[in-house]
């Protein structure tokens, strides 16, 4: 980096063998987190969930920039202070560069962008998916929408809260995961809005379908016991899990399971790609139709 914050924007020299990748993620309060969660907690979800995006195209984060309204009555030393310090610590995490940004008053908004180089032609995508690939997620599958659960207080899992919390509030972005699986993934997706949402979107860009098999869901174990009558629709459709869902072809098979029997990468074969047929649905579970109420968060939807 050239230039950082001070000026009327930042000076960035980017490595001339790789390509940059940009997102750009926006949380709004009572939407993307509750109004009673701390300044702590909003900074470092803020932060994580937009690296879930660089590890879904295998690249190095490497700046950001925070736009921030925040309504008068956070517009504080204590509030800012706690934010800042949440902040910080995810970005020492992963060490990269906060290089500029805003602040105005308003509803309690943050929008982060975020940068990454990738290797010249090494991006992970969407579109690469192939007939025959097999469809794995890593981690565990539900643990964000039972948080979600938790905090309003629509469920009793009260014995697993301190690990859920912290799923929701600073969920583990994949980003050496992304990266060691630039040259085996066909495909990838960080999984925000629910698995057969994202999963939807692979197959479209690939104009593929997707089978998925609930009996090899990730969930954790006390998720499986505590909430068995939830965890597989949470699992399926709860998002804001931020794991990745990637397609691997049969030729990759071997290295995967090489990597996931070292202990190297926790990854689990949930589904396989099959060809797009227009009779049925992008994906299946079971061999039964995922159901639009099935498919995840929609913003816009009531």
């Not at 709004?28 to 300044?39: L, T």
């Not at 800012?80 to 105005?104: H, K, P, Q």
């Not at 699992?235 to 202990?263: E, M, N, W």
């Not at 299946?284 to 009531?302: C, E, L, M, P």
Request: with cysteine; proline share 5%; glycine share 8%.
């Amino acid at each position: 980096m050239a230039l950082g914050i001070g000026d009327d924007g930042a000076v960035i020299d980017p490595d001339p063998a790789m390509q940059l990748v940009v997102a750009t993620d926006t949380l709004v309060e009572s939407v993307h987190f509750p109004a009673d969660a701390s300044a702590e907690q909003i900074a470092t979800r803020a932060l994580c969930v937009n690296l879930s995006d660089m590890a879904a195209m295998g690249a190095r984060p490497k700046w950001f920039t925070l736009a921030l309204t925040i309504p008068s009555d956070k517009a504080n030393a204590q509030w800012l202070g706690d934010f800042s310090r949440g902040l910080a610590e995810v970005a020492a995490e992963f060490d990269i560069a906060l290089v500029g940004g805003d602040t105005t008053a308003g509803p309690l908004t943050i929008s982060i962008t975020l940068m990454a180089e990738v290797p010249t032609g090494k991006a992970l995508k969407r579109s690469g998916a192939k007939v025959g690939d097999g469809i794995y997620v890593t981690g565990h599958l539900g643990d964000g929408a039972a948080a979600l659960a938790l905090i309003t207080d629509n469920t009793d899992i009260k014995d697993v809260s301190g690990y859920l919390l912290e799923r929701f509030y600073r969920p583990r972005p994949m980003v050496e995961e992304g990266i060691a699986l630039r040259d085996i993934a066909s495909a990838c997706i960080d999984i925000s809005d629910g698995l057969i949402a994202d999963l939807e979107h692979i197959c479209k860009a690939s104009g593929v379908s997707a089978k998925l098999y609930t009996e090899n869901l990730p969930i954790h174990p006390d998720m499986a016991e505590m909430s068995s009558q939830h965890c597989v629709s949470w699992a399926l459709s709860g998002g804001d899990d931020y794991q990745l869902c990637f397609t691997v072809p049969p030729s990759q098979k071997k290295k995967i399971d090489h990597f996931v029997r070292l202990g190297e990468l926790k990854a689990t074969l949930v589904g396989h790609i099959e060809p797009d047929k227009e009779s049925r649905e992008l994906v299946t579970v079971d061999g039964q139709s995922a159901t639009k109420k099935n498919r995840g968060y929609d913003h816009f939807g009531q």
